[in-house]
Nanobody, 126 residues
Framework: QVQLVESGGGSAQDGGSLRLSCVAS???????MGWFRQDPGKEREGVAI???????NYVDSVKGRFTISQERGKNTMYLQMNSLKPEDTAMYYC?????????????????????WGQGTQVTVSS
């Protein structure tokens, strides 16, 4: 069982920045971890993913603006979000699963992730 706790959400202006954190209850170096977001009435969307070898992938809408990273000594994953847009407004969730091989440019799917955090709200105003 892996417990995940997100933090860092909040309000930002169009063009602003936020950094989300996800602290895991166990070592994350061997896990596949991702960030997902969901707005009410919309499907959950995969935002960014990182595998145990550090390979990353992003949904097209955030490429060049968001960066996923890990600080393994702290069992923490981050999502640095720059140049925020109102359409980035959503509840953001971190998730983990035992393994994956990230291939850039492929869809980031939420199925197969058994462990999820409670979410942190991001609201971007114009």
């Amino acid at each position: 069982q892996v417990q995940l706790v997100e933090s860092g959400g909040g309000s930002a202006q169009d063009g602003g920045s936020l950094r989300l954190s996800c602290v895991a209850s166990t070592y994350i170096y061997k896990y596949c971890m991702g960030w997902f977001r969901q707005d009410p009435g919309k499907e959950r969307e995969g935002v960014a993913i990182i595998d145990s070898d550090g390979r990353t992938n992003y949904v097209d809408s955030v490429k060049g603006r968001f960066t996923i990273s890990q600080e393994r000594g702290k069992n923490t994953m981050y999502l640095q979000m720059n140049s925020l847009k109102p359409e980035d407004t959503a509840m953001y969730y971190c998730a983990s699963k035992s393994s994956c091989v990230v291939v850039a440019g492929t869809p980031i799917r939420s199925n197969g992730f058994p462990y999820w955090g409670q979410g942190t709200q991001v609201t971007v105003s114009s």
